[in-house]
């Protein structure tokens, strides 16, 4: 049994900073691709950053330069640094972990960014 649990989101203003986590239980974690997707409000979930278990990154073009994806695997726990927020960054963000095509997510953690 895999469980995700995030922290960190909250309410900041435009051009400010949050910092994400994605505590992770069970064996699979360092083995495991780790990404963070986010859900806004009548939008379909889309990725923002994904890290490998060898820790190459991937970011979704509407977030790079701004956030920085990083893992811990002594401490079994994924961030995401997010900088320069946007109004638009405003969603819903969900922790996921792909292992040997099964996916698990965590129950997200809402992020407002205000203008």
């Known amino acids: 049994q895999v469980q995700l649990v995030e922290s960190g989101g909250g309410l900041v203003q435009a051009g400010g900073s949050l910092r994400l986590s994605c505590a992770a239980s069970?064996?699979?974690?360092?083995?495991?691709?780790m990404g963070w997707y986010r859900q806004a409000p009548g939008k379909q979930r889309e990725l923002v950053a994904t890290i490998t278990s060898g820790g190459s990154t991937n970011y979704a073009d509407s977030v790079k330069g701004r956030f920085t994806i990083s893992r811990d695997n002594a401490k079994n726990t994924m961030y995401l640094q997010m900088d320069s927020l946007k109004p638009e960054d405003t969603a819903v963000y969900y922790c996921?972990?792909?292992?040997?095509?099964?996916?698990?997510w965590g129950q997200g953690t809402q992020v407002t960014v205000s203008s």
């Open positions: 996921n972990a792909d292992r040997l095509l099964r996916l698990w």
């Open positions: 069970g064996s699979i974690f360092r083995l495991a691709t």
